[in-house]
């Protein structure tokens, strides 16, 4: 009576001693290191990535700084316009100030020369 007791016992064992087996094994598969030339290549496409990555970011910042500098450039130019138009603008001004100042000092002589001719 107690034979197939301890029979059924040992078959359990068995199989738990197998199926731990297995388990441990499809564990051990699953979380083995990696082999020395798959690391490799993997931190090889790692820094590859990176290395891109970087390049693309420097490239993006260098076109933000271009545009800036060219919306820049365009700003300054307008500024520069500007500037020359008034600067213009204000030459011509002192150019008609000096002429009528000229005919104002002209008529003066001509005033005082009368006024001179008249005492004398």
């Known amino acids: 009576m107690y034979a197939p007791t301890n029979d059924r016992r040992d078959y359990r064992l068995a199989v738990g001693f197998l ?6 094994v499809g564990l051990m598969m699953w979380l083995a ?11 090889a496409n790692s820094a590859k990535d990176l290395g891109q990555r970087a ?6 910042a260098s076109n933000r700084v271009g545009d800036a ?16 138009g008034a ?18 000092a002209h ?4 005033f005082a020369a009368a006024v001179k001719g008249e005492r004398g």
């Open 55 to 60: 390049a693309d970011r420097f490239q993006q």
């Open 107 to 110: 008529d003066v002589e001509s």
């Open 19 to 24: 199926a731990g087996a297995a388990a441990g």
């Open 33 to 43: 290191p990696r082999s020395a030339s798959e690391l490799r290549q993997r931190v």
């Open 87 to 104: 600067v213009e603008r204000g030459a011509h001004e002192v150019g008609r100030g000096a002429r009528s100042v000229a005919r104002g």
């Open 69 to 84: 500098v060219d919306d820049l450039t365009q700003k300054g130019y307008v500024v520069r316009d500007d500037v020359a």
